[in-house]
């Protein structure tokens, strides 16, 4: 989305608050942290009822105090609940370039009182075990793409073995999940919209998520969900294709600089194995009151 529309997320994210939303999802990159701080400003909540989370860039690895001081300010908060590492790799710096290229960086903010928690972001089961070896705090949250056509089944038992939470992106997994047959099956028999079963599905399965919306309707809607049957539970998660409704990479299998089998990942774009890209090609609701905040879709998360 062009920086000059940003703004434009202000009047969304104040009617996310109004309806009853306490955790706000957000990062530098997406460019609604001041727009967020502005509206908390306004509503005059106090800062213990509020979860905000936000993410280091992945150019700012070496740039780490200065990169949540301009969190902290643009948000207009003492401290984050949760920071993250927005990539597992990380890139050299370049001003005014959040999308260059590679090496190395490390993470102490815990002792300072401005991070609640660490959590990371697209970390597979290698990429958490290689973190793993050296971290000296397990992270608190796992945010990754994950929804009825990626499920992640193996991904969120690990997490939930090292006592990780998972959240998920991109959680209903816009129309291609929202119009598969058996979600509309199941809107129907819980007098609820697509998105309200496949986010109830993430509750049921002890997963957390972050959806988006600008809807105010949508927002309300989604605070409002159904208690699925286990057996339609698990017919949802039958539905896992391996599918990935975006960070999809390019013709040659690039994305971000990685190589699928390098990142760790079984299965990537098209339900694809890892394996069939080749290994030199590069990857790269415990309650429902969250809510993203970034104003495009299609931005990497």
């Not at 992640?152 to 073995?161: F, G, I, R």
């Not at 119009?179 to 199941?186: A, F, M, N, R, T």
């Not at 600008?214 to 294709?241: C, F, G, M, W, Y």
């Not at 409704?245 to 971000?256: A, Q």
Request: hydrophobic letters at 35%; glycine letters at 6%.
């Amino acid at each position: 989305m062009d920086p000059a529309e940003w703004h434009k997320s202000e009047p969304w994210l104040a009617s996310a608050l109004k309806a009853g939303y306490t955790h706000f999802d957000t990062a530098q990159m997406y460019g609604t942290e001041k727009y967020i701080g502005n509206i908390f400003k306004d509503a005059g909540i106090p800062r213990e009822k509020l979860f905000i989370a936000s993410e280091l860039l992945w150019n700012y690895h070496s740039l780490i105090e200065e990169s949540l001081e301009t969190t902290l300010k643009d948000l207009g908060t003492d401290y984050v609940d949760l920071f993250l590492i927005h990539w597992p790799q990380m890139v050299f710096y370049e001003e005014g370039n959040i999308r260059p290229r590679n090496p190395d960086g490390t993470l102490k903010l815990l002792d300072t009182g401005k991070v609640k928690n660490i959590r990371v972001s697209n970390f597979s089961i290698k990429t958490l075990e290689e973190l793993l070896k050296t971290a000296k705090v397990v992270p608190a949250v796992n945010q990754i793409e994950l929804h009825s056509y990626l499920a992640q089944a193996e991904l969120v038992e690990y997490c939930k073995s090292k006592g990780i939470v998972v959240t998920a992106y991109a959680p209903t997994g816009s129309s291609k999940v929202l119009s598969d047959p058996l979600i509309v099956e199941l809107a129907a028999k819980y007098k609820a919209s697509p998105a309200q079963v496949v986010l109830a599905w993430h509750l049921a399965r002890g997963t957390t998520a972050v959806p988006r919306s600008t809807s105010e309707a949508h927002q309300k809607e989604n605070l409002s969900l159904p208690t699925l049957d286990s057996e339609d539970v698990e017919r949802i998660t039958a539905l896992d294709k391996g599918l990935r409704v975006c960070n999809n990479p390019t013709e040659n299998g690039i994305i971000c600089g990685w190589s699928v089998e390098g990142m760790g990942c079984q299965r990537w774009g098209n339900g694809m194995d890892a394996k069939d890209l080749g290994a030199d090609q590069f990857f790269a609701l415990s309650s429902s009151h969250y809510i993203r905040g970034s104003p495009d879709a299609n931005s990497p998360h």
